[in-house]
């Protein structure tokens, strides 16, 4: 039997999505409708008890067994899973991973389909990534996949600030700058 | 109890209740009810037990208060109003305290047994493999004993064949 037509392994695979990000409580993970969007849930990132707008998108998939998982090499932490009828609308314009767990044991991975970076320029780049090598989905990973994220969005809002004529004379490096003035800014974008 | 913390209670205790232990697929189907359902969290149902498919209610509580120093009981508590609601249901009905920084659960029965508040919740059961196949074993039992009768609707389509 296909692994997509047993009725758990979906359902339970995004259970253990939410679990795994709900231990931050700086998250906010919204379910997305339907199932074959190449999107399953948007993660929202909180600072100072705030909404920041600032979001990844995951897909979830599932695997009945750890056995299914090839090790990258012997003392590697990577390993390599076969992920079949993953489909990625290119137009996502935020970054992205793919989580994996295993119901056997309840243990998760992940990958980028689209990976927050920053270019020589330091400009914020999405880089589309297909290669089927994860690491281990744990606490530490989240933090990684936040950090990214969030530096991703920061530099976006840097290179944005350089070209607005608006913003450009109080521009300064972003380390001289405070959140509240970075919001101001923003909320002169608006105006 | 803050509405994340119970979301992530109510996934906790899919997650605890699916677990397949070994097994080809999971012997429980949880369905969530929505948060705007009264008293109860879940139903769920027993998969492969033949002619008639058996269920039980649930209403998750979930903390991350820890443990009581006397008897190790989970900080969690439920009101009287809430276990008496419980106890009207006419199927088997179960509380499932859920420690949400360790991530384990913990099942007690709500059929009227006790229909007092309870300021904290007993650890004796927690939802591993074998309360899992009790747990089935009881809610199978209890089906089994109750007399379904054949019953004719006043609904009925008389062109039906």
Redesign the interface.
């Known amino acids: 039997m296909e692994e997509k037509k047993?009725?758990?392994l979906d359902?339970?695979a995004e259970?253990?999505a939410?679990?795994y990000l709900?231990r931050r409580?700086d998250l906010v993970i919204t379910r997305q409708p339907g199932s074959d969007y190449g999107l399953d849930f948007l993660v929202g990132l909180v600072k100072d008890g705030e909404y920041t707008g600032r979001v990844f998108g995951v897909e979830v998939k599932a695997k009945k067994s750890h056995q299914q998982i090839q090790p990258v090499s012997r003392d590697a932490d990577e390993i390599r899973l076969d992920v079949k009828n993953l489909s990625v609308h290119q137009d996502i314009p935020f970054p992205l991973c793919l989580f994996v767990f295993t119901?056997?044991d309840?243990e998760g991975y992940y990958r980028w389909i689209k990976q927050p970076a920053c270019n020589g320029a330091g400009e914020a780049q999405l880089l589309f990534n297909d290669d089927n090598t994860f690491k281990r989905l744990n606490n530490e990973a989240i933090d990684d996949i936040v950090t990214a994220t969030s530096d991703w969005y920061e530099n976006k809002l840097q290179a944005s600030d350089e070209h607005n004529p608006r913003t450009q004379k109080n521009h300064r490096p972003r380390h001289d700058r405070n959140e509240k003035a970075r919001r101001k800014d923003r909320h002169a974008h608006r105006v | 109890m803050t509405n994340e913390l119970g979301q992530r209670g109510e996934n906790l205790f899919y997650v605890l209740i699916t677990k397949p232990y070994g097994r080809e697929k999971p012997i429980f189907r949880p369905q969530f009810l929505g948060d705007k359902w009264p008293v109860v969290d879940f139903i769920v149902e027993l998969i492969d037990t033949g002619s008639i498919v058996p269920y039980f209610f649930v209403q998750v509580k979930t903390t991350h208060s820890g443990y009581t120093k006397r008897g190790n009981r989970l900080k969690a508590s439920i009101d009287g109003e809430d276990m008496r609601r419980l106890a009207l249901y006419p199927a088997p009905t179960y509380i499932v305290g859920i420690d949400e920084i360790k991530e384990e659960g913990y099942i007690i029965s709500a059929n009227g047994e006790w229909l007092k508040g309870m300021s904290s919740l007993p650890t004796a059961f927690p939802l591993n493999k074998t309360i899992q196949e009790l747990l089935w074993k009881e809610v199978k039992d209890y089906w089994k004993k109750v007399r379904i009768r054949p019953r004719v609707s006043y609904f009925i389509d008389p062109h039906w064949r």
Do not use: G, H, K, T
Request: glycine letters at 0%.
């Open positions: 047993i009725w758990y359902e339970r259970r253990l939410i679990v709900s409580d119901m056997d309840d």
